[in-house]
Protein backbone atom coordinates (compact mmCIF):
# COMPACT_ATOMS: atom_id res chain seq x y z
CA UNK A 1 0.00 0.00 0.00
CA UNK A 2 1.14 3.45 -0.56
CA UNK A 3 1.70 5.19 2.56
CA UNK A 4 1.31 8.69 1.37
CA UNK A 5 -2.05 8.15 0.55
CA UNK A 6 -3.80 7.90 3.70
CA UNK A 7 -2.06 11.50 3.95
CA UNK A 8 -3.27 12.66 0.69
CA UNK A 9 -6.74 11.69 1.86
CA UNK A 10 -6.51 13.79 5.06
CA UNK A 11 -5.55 16.75 3.65
CA UNK A 12 -8.36 16.19 1.24
CA UNK A 13 -10.74 15.99 3.82
CA UNK A 14 -9.78 19.06 5.23
CA UNK A 15 -10.03 21.14 2.32
CA UNK A 16 -13.47 19.98 1.51
CA UNK A 17 -14.02 21.31 5.38
CA UNK A 18 -11.39 23.83 6.74
CA UNK A 19 -10.74 24.14 10.32
CA UNK A 20 -9.12 26.96 12.08
CA UNK A 21 -5.33 26.02 11.84
CA UNK A 22 -2.56 27.14 14.09
CA UNK A 23 -0.12 29.15 12.90
CA UNK A 24 3.02 27.42 12.41
CA UNK A 25 6.69 29.20 12.24
CA UNK A 26 9.59 27.27 12.07
CA UNK A 27 12.62 29.24 13.76
CA UNK A 28 16.20 28.01 12.29
CA UNK A 29 19.68 28.86 11.72
CA UNK A 30 22.30 28.32 9.48
CA UNK A 31 24.72 27.41 12.96
CA UNK A 32 24.47 27.15 16.52
CA UNK A 33 24.90 29.28 19.08
CA UNK A 34 22.96 32.67 17.64
CA UNK A 35 20.19 32.32 20.12
CA UNK A 36 17.71 30.19 18.20
CA UNK A 37 15.75 28.36 21.39
CA UNK A 38 16.55 32.00 23.47
CA UNK A 39 14.16 33.79 20.43
CA UNK A 40 11.70 30.53 20.09
CA UNK A 41 11.13 31.03 24.03
CA UNK A 42 10.87 34.23 24.53
CA UNK A 43 8.70 34.84 21.15
CA UNK A 44 6.50 32.54 22.89
CA UNK A 45 6.13 34.18 26.41
CA UNK A 46 5.17 37.77 24.55
CA UNK A 47 3.03 35.76 22.25
CA UNK A 48 1.02 34.00 25.63
CA UNK A 49 0.85 37.82 27.25
CA UNK A 50 -0.86 38.73 23.47
CA UNK A 51 -3.23 36.51 24.68
CA UNK A 52 -2.32 33.84 22.50
CA UNK A 53 -2.27 30.10 23.13
CA UNK A 54 1.19 28.97 22.37
CA UNK A 55 2.93 25.36 21.89
CA UNK A 56 6.34 24.89 21.11
CA UNK A 57 8.19 21.42 19.29
CA UNK A 58 11.58 20.96 19.56
CA UNK A 59 12.48 18.90 16.84
CA UNK A 60 16.66 19.87 17.74
CA UNK A 61 16.99 15.67 18.33
CA UNK A 62 20.72 16.46 19.23
CA UNK A 63 20.30 19.30 21.88
CA UNK A 64 17.20 20.21 24.78
CA UNK A 65 17.74 23.73 25.05
CA UNK A 66 13.54 24.16 25.03
CA UNK A 67 13.54 21.79 28.44
CA UNK A 68 16.57 23.88 29.90
CA UNK A 69 14.78 27.21 29.58
CA UNK A 70 11.64 26.20 30.71
CA UNK A 71 12.93 24.53 33.77
CA UNK A 72 11.02 21.13 32.85
CA UNK A 73 12.01 17.84 32.22
CA UNK A 74 9.53 15.88 29.50
CA UNK A 75 8.23 13.24 30.72
CA UNK A 76 6.90 11.58 27.53
CA UNK A 77 8.09 12.52 23.74
CA UNK A 78 6.96 12.09 20.11
CA UNK A 79 8.33 8.06 20.16
CA UNK A 80 5.92 8.00 22.69
CA UNK A 81 2.99 9.36 20.99
CA UNK A 82 4.28 7.37 18.15
CA UNK A 83 5.18 4.27 18.94
CA UNK A 84 3.69 3.83 22.74
CA UNK A 85 0.06 4.74 22.35
CA UNK A 86 0.00 8.17 24.21
CA UNK A 87 -1.88 10.63 23.06
CA UNK A 88 -1.08 14.17 21.81
CA UNK A 89 -1.93 15.93 25.79
CA UNK A 90 0.15 13.38 27.28
CA UNK A 91 3.32 14.67 25.57
CA UNK A 92 2.72 17.81 26.07
CA UNK A 93 4.99 19.26 29.09
CA UNK A 94 3.82 22.17 30.58
CA UNK A 95 6.12 25.46 31.27
CA UNK A 96 5.62 29.00 32.40
CA UNK A 97 2.55 31.04 31.50
CA UNK A 98 0.86 27.72 30.16
CA UNK A 99 3.11 27.58 27.48
CA UNK A 100 3.04 23.88 26.63
CA UNK A 101 6.20 22.02 24.74
CA UNK A 102 6.26 19.01 23.17
CA UNK A 103 10.17 17.29 22.98
CA UNK A 104 10.91 15.86 19.51
CA UNK A 105 13.15 12.83 20.73
CA UNK A 106 14.69 10.33 18.62
CA UNK A 107 11.10 9.88 17.22
CA UNK A 108 12.06 12.52 14.65
CA UNK A 109 14.53 10.38 13.05
CA UNK A 110 11.88 7.58 11.78
CA UNK A 111 9.41 9.57 11.08
CA UNK A 112 9.83 8.56 6.97
CA UNK A 113 9.60 4.70 8.44
CA UNK A 114 6.22 4.58 9.87
CA UNK A 115 3.73 2.05 9.02
CA UNK A 116 0.20 3.10 7.69
CA UNK A 117 -1.41 2.67 11.36
CA UNK A 118 1.43 4.60 12.74
CA UNK A 119 1.32 7.55 10.70
CA UNK A 120 -2.95 7.87 10.63
CA UNK A 121 -2.33 7.74 14.95
CA UNK A 122 0.03 10.62 14.24
CA UNK A 123 -2.03 12.55 11.71
CA UNK A 124 -5.18 12.35 13.82
CA UNK A 125 -3.08 13.14 16.80
CA UNK A 126 -1.26 16.28 15.35
CA UNK A 127 -4.75 17.23 14.49
CA UNK A 128 -5.90 18.17 18.05
CA UNK A 129 -3.26 20.57 18.24
CA UNK A 130 -5.04 22.84 16.63
CA UNK A 131 -7.70 23.11 19.12
CA UNK A 132 -4.60 23.57 21.65
CA UNK A 133 -2.45 26.16 20.50
CA UNK A 134 -2.94 29.56 18.07
CA UNK A 135 0.81 29.26 17.73
CA UNK A 136 2.99 26.58 17.24
CA UNK A 137 6.88 27.19 17.36
CA UNK A 138 9.04 24.65 15.34
CA UNK A 139 12.57 24.98 17.13
CA UNK A 140 14.78 22.96 15.32
CA UNK A 141 18.49 21.85 15.31
CA UNK A 142 21.10 24.62 13.36
CA UNK A 143 23.04 23.93 10.65
CA UNK A 144 21.84 22.20 7.17
CA UNK A 145 21.10 18.43 8.55
CA UNK A 146 18.56 16.85 6.35
CA UNK A 147 16.41 16.98 9.40
CA UNK A 148 16.72 20.86 9.61
CA UNK A 149 15.81 20.67 5.86
CA UNK A 150 12.99 18.83 5.72
CA UNK A 151 11.17 20.96 8.74
CA UNK A 152 11.88 24.13 7.26
CA UNK A 153 10.80 23.51 3.50
CA UNK A 154 7.52 22.11 4.59
CA UNK A 155 6.65 25.22 6.60
CA UNK A 156 4.96 28.13 5.64
CA UNK A 157 6.87 30.32 7.52
CA UNK A 158 10.46 30.56 8.59
CA UNK A 159 12.01 32.54 11.20
CA UNK A 160 15.97 32.92 10.41
CA UNK A 161 18.36 33.71 13.02
CA UNK A 162 21.33 35.46 12.33
CA UNK A 163 24.33 37.91 14.14
CA UNK A 164 26.55 40.27 12.69
CA UNK A 165 29.60 37.75 12.62
CA UNK A 166 30.59 36.69 9.49
CA UNK A 167 30.22 33.17 9.89
CA UNK A 168 27.19 33.53 11.38
CA UNK A 169 25.86 35.31 7.75
CA UNK A 170 27.52 33.13 6.10
CA UNK A 171 25.88 29.87 7.09
CA UNK A 172 22.74 32.09 7.18
CA UNK A 173 23.23 32.49 3.46
CA UNK A 174 24.02 28.84 2.84
CA UNK A 175 21.07 27.64 4.45
CA UNK A 176 19.18 29.82 2.44
CA UNK A 177 20.59 28.79 -1.23
CA UNK A 178 20.09 24.47 0.33
CA UNK A 179 16.40 25.93 0.36
CA UNK A 180 16.49 27.50 -2.70
CA UNK A 181 18.63 24.64 -4.87
CA UNK A 182 15.96 22.26 -3.23
CA UNK A 183 13.07 20.49 -5.76
CA UNK A 184 10.66 21.14 -3.17
CA UNK A 185 11.51 24.74 -2.33
CA UNK A 186 8.80 27.30 -3.84
CA UNK A 187 9.80 30.84 -2.90
CA UNK A 188 5.90 31.58 -3.35
CA UNK A 189 4.84 29.44 -0.91
CA UNK A 190 7.37 30.62 2.13
CA UNK A 191 8.08 33.68 4.03
CA UNK A 192 11.56 33.74 5.32
CA UNK A 193 12.32 36.23 8.38
CA UNK A 194 15.09 37.22 9.47
CA UNK A 195 16.08 37.87 12.60
CA UNK A 196 18.88 40.39 13.52
CA UNK A 197 20.30 38.82 17.32
CA UNK A 198 23.07 40.45 19.82
CA UNK A 199 23.70 43.96 17.68
CA UNK A 200 24.44 46.96 19.12
CA UNK A 201 21.36 49.36 17.38
CA UNK A 202 18.65 49.21 15.34
CA UNK A 203 20.81 50.45 12.07
CA UNK A 204 23.46 47.50 12.88
CA UNK A 205 20.44 44.92 13.03
CA UNK A 206 19.15 46.37 9.55
CA UNK A 207 22.92 46.38 8.32
CA UNK A 208 23.09 42.96 8.77
CA UNK A 209 19.62 41.97 7.08
CA UNK A 210 21.29 44.06 4.18
CA UNK A 211 24.20 41.98 3.90
CA UNK A 212 22.24 38.74 4.37
CA UNK A 213 19.62 40.09 1.22
CA UNK A 214 22.21 41.54 -1.17
CA UNK A 215 23.28 38.16 -1.77
CA UNK A 216 20.37 36.40 -1.73
CA UNK A 217 18.86 38.39 -4.10
CA UNK A 218 22.50 38.95 -6.45
CA UNK A 219 23.38 34.87 -6.08
CA UNK A 220 19.93 33.43 -5.68
CA UNK A 221 17.56 36.10 -7.67
CA UNK A 222 15.19 36.29 -4.68
CA UNK A 223 15.11 37.56 -0.93
CA UNK A 224 14.08 37.09 2.41
CA UNK A 225 11.78 39.92 5.05
CA UNK A 226 13.31 41.47 7.65
CA UNK A 227 11.50 40.60 11.19
CA UNK A 228 13.38 42.86 13.32
CA UNK A 229 16.60 42.91 16.02
CA UNK A 230 17.16 41.83 19.14
CA UNK A 231 20.39 43.86 20.99
CA UNK A 232 23.32 42.76 22.77
CA UNK A 233 21.67 42.90 26.61
CA UNK A 234 23.02 41.94 29.95
CA UNK A 235 20.10 41.40 31.47
CA UNK A 236 19.57 38.81 28.16
CA UNK A 237 23.26 37.33 29.54
CA UNK A 238 22.20 36.91 33.12
CA UNK A 239 19.08 35.28 32.49
CA UNK A 240 20.54 32.79 29.75
CA UNK A 241 23.36 31.80 32.80
CA UNK A 242 20.41 31.74 35.52
CA UNK A 243 18.07 29.82 32.90
CA UNK A 244 15.93 31.83 32.80
CA UNK A 245 13.68 33.73 30.15
CA UNK A 246 14.57 36.92 30.10
CA UNK A 247 10.80 37.71 29.26
CA UNK A 248 9.84 36.47 32.44
CA UNK A 249 13.07 37.62 34.42
CA UNK A 250 13.36 41.13 33.16
CA UNK A 251 10.50 42.32 30.94
CA UNK A 252 11.82 46.14 31.25
CA UNK A 253 14.89 44.83 29.73
CA UNK A 254 15.94 46.04 26.12
CA UNK A 255 16.11 42.59 24.42
CA UNK A 256 12.35 42.01 26.34
CA UNK A 257 11.02 44.72 24.65
CA UNK A 258 12.77 43.81 21.28
CA UNK A 259 11.22 40.14 21.61
CA UNK A 260 7.61 41.85 22.22
CA UNK A 261 8.23 43.84 18.87
CA UNK A 262 8.99 41.10 17.03
CA UNK A 263 6.04 39.26 18.32
CA UNK A 264 3.91 42.47 18.08
CA UNK A 265 5.54 42.23 14.08
CA UNK A 266 3.78 38.50 13.26
CA UNK A 267 0.75 39.21 14.79
CA UNK A 268 -0.14 42.33 12.82
CA UNK A 269 1.66 39.96 9.31
CA UNK A 270 -0.67 39.33 6.57
CA UNK A 271 0.17 35.32 7.51
CA UNK A 272 -2.09 35.57 9.80
CA UNK A 273 -5.13 35.33 7.37
CA UNK A 274 -6.53 31.93 7.66
CA UNK A 275 -6.10 31.36 4.16
CA UNK A 276 -2.52 31.07 4.12
CA UNK A 277 -2.04 29.48 7.12
CA UNK A 278 -1.27 25.42 6.91
CA UNK A 279 -2.01 23.45 9.95
CA UNK A 280 0.59 21.07 11.62
CA UNK A 281 -1.14 18.11 10.21
CA UNK A 282 -0.59 19.60 6.70
CA UNK A 283 3.17 20.72 8.31
CA UNK A 284 3.95 17.00 8.74
CA UNK A 285 2.36 15.53 5.97
CA UNK A 286 4.59 17.16 3.85
CA UNK A 287 7.60 15.83 6.20
CA UNK A 288 6.16 11.96 6.08
CA UNK A 289 5.23 12.50 2.17
CA UNK A 290 9.06 13.29 0.94
CA UNK A 291 10.74 10.43 0.63
CA UNK A 292 14.15 11.11 2.09
CA UNK A 293 15.82 8.85 4.38
CA UNK A 294 17.17 10.57 7.60
CA UNK A 295 19.06 7.55 9.21
Do not use: C
Amino acid sequence: MDQAQPLRNVIKKKKEKPAAAARVITITSGKGGVGKSNLAVNLAVQLRKAGKKVLIFDADFGLANIEVMFGAVPKYNLSDLIYQGKSIREIITPGPMEIGFISGGSGIIGLNNLFHDQIMYLIHALEELNDLADYLLIDTGAGISDQVLEFVLASPEVLLVTTPEPSSLTDAYSLVKALYRNPNFSADEMTIHVVSNRVNSKEDGRAVYKKLNSVVAQFLHGNVDYLGMVPMDPALESAVRQQQIVSLYDPNSSSAKAFERLAGHLLKGTQEEETQRKGITQIFSNLLMRKKNWE
